[in-house]
């Protein structure tokens, strides 16, 4: 089996979506398929595409209005490369209008995991420029998909909303487990991590606002703690974030850490004593689960689409107000040390349990070749 997969960056930039799509990738090649990735040139991509390796990967230059993505010498490639399918990891961009030309050329199928693109409020964000693409070149990419490929049943749920009826496949992909013996040199109990993009969808200023409250209220479980914030800005939101804590006095107790990657990442994610994601919008994201496998409890908005994280006790569940993460903040610092590692342990287990990247490759597979005609459908795909 011949697979293409296409997505807007293939380094570092690409966050979450390009760590699932590199380890996806790994998995289906040691698994025996011919795997081949397309990807968009950025300052990252040469360096990163070595941590591809033994897959094949190609890196194509833009031109014009870079949001758009437009690299055309593209299409051409994924007609000489000629994979039996297509999987386009992200929507919006010019990769969109490639895959549907390719598709049209060749009559072979292509199949859209949409990660999280298609969630109410990532649709709203930004509503005129998406509603002038979908009407220009997406609406044509999304219909015209042989399946789409949902992270989880309320994904499904939200790309049914959105209007579309193709077969929907729903698969979690997985999360590799680092070893616990390894202890970072200096261990934070009472620092609490973000880890990921700095943009307005992640509920950082409503983060900000809550532990501007704490520090006002002076409750004896806040003391100590810091918030630690890591990751990559993204329209000068790290900027915003800044000015509201010096703004509000709080600066003393956040840390803005910069993007993390690769050893740095391990060691900060050993050194912490808990994790917070309070997103408007998530697919499924790859940060909770990696806070979990490191053993880390979690507090999260429902919107991040791990509900399973509240019901195995590895999370505490708060809403998207800076009210609702005041709630949720006391109740994780309210808890002893070993009650949080507890917490973390179980959330170590649930990934463990559900989230592998051999059970991602094998549903994958089984879902390339039905799309091609050489096998059934698989049970993980809906048709209504």
């Not at 590199?22 to 040691?30: C, N, Q, V």
């Not at 941590?51 to 230059?61: H, M, N």
């Not at 808890?335 to 490759?361: C, N, P």
């Not at 070749?369 to 459908?377: K, L, T, V």
């Amino acid at each position: 089996m011949k697979v293409g997969m296409v997505t807007a960056s293939v380094s570092r930039k690409g966050g979450g979506i390009q760590e699932v799509v590199r380890r996806s990738a790994i998995e289906l090649h040691r698994r025996g398929s011919n795997v081949s990735v397309f990807g968009l040139s950025d300052e990252h991509a040469e360096e990163d595409c070595k941590t591809w390796k033994p897959v094949a990967v190609r890196v194509f230059q833009q031109r014009g209005y870079k949001p758009f993505g437009y690299a055309p010498d593209l299409l051409s490639a994924l007609r000489s490369a000629a994979p039996d399918v297509l999987h386009n990891h992200g929507l919006w961009m010019y990769p969109s209008v490639a895959s549907v030309k390719w598709s049209n050329l060749t009559h072979r199928p292509y199949l859209i995991s949409v990660h999280g693109m298609l969630d109410p409020w990532a649709v709203t964000h930004s509503y005129w420029k998406k509603k002038l693409a979908s009407m220009i070149f997406e609406h044509r990419h999304l219909t015209q998909a042989a399946c789409l490929h949902a992270l989880c049943s309320e994904e499904a749920d939200a790309i049914r909303r959105y209007g579309l009826s193709n077969p929907i496949s729903v698969i979690p992909f997985g999360i590799d487990l680092p070893l616990l013996g390894l202890r970072a040199t200096t261990r934070h109990e009472k620092a609490l991590l973000f880890l990921g993009r700095l943009h307005p969808k992640k509920g950082l200023m409503n983060l900000l606002m809550a532990w501007q409250r704490l520090q006002r209220d002076r409750i004896p479980t806040v003391a100590g703690w810091e918030l630690w914030i890591a990751g990559w800005d993204q329209g000068n939101h790290e900027q915003e974030l800044r000015a509201y804590a010096a703004e509000q006095g709080i600066e003393c107790s956040v840390r803005f850490l910069g993007p993390k990657f690769g050893r740095d990442k391990d060691v900060l994610l050993r050194s912490v004593g808990a994790f917070v994601l309070p997103s408007f919008s998530e697919g499924l994201p790859v940060s909770v689960l990696e806070a979990w496998a490191y053993g880390l409890p979690v507090v999260m908005t429902k919107e991040c689409n791990l509900p399973q994280g509240f019901s195995f006790g590895a999370s505490i569940c708060i809403d998207t107000t800076a009210t609702g993460i005041v709630r949720g903040l006391r109740d994780i610092m309210a808890l002893s040390a070993d009650d949080r590692t507890a917490m973390g342990m179980r959330g170590r287990q649930l990934v463990e349990h559900q989230f592998s990247w051999t059970s991602y490759a094998e549903h994958m597979s089984s879902l390339y070749e039905w799309m091609s005609g050489a096998g059934p459908r698989p049970d993980c795909v809906s048709t209504h």
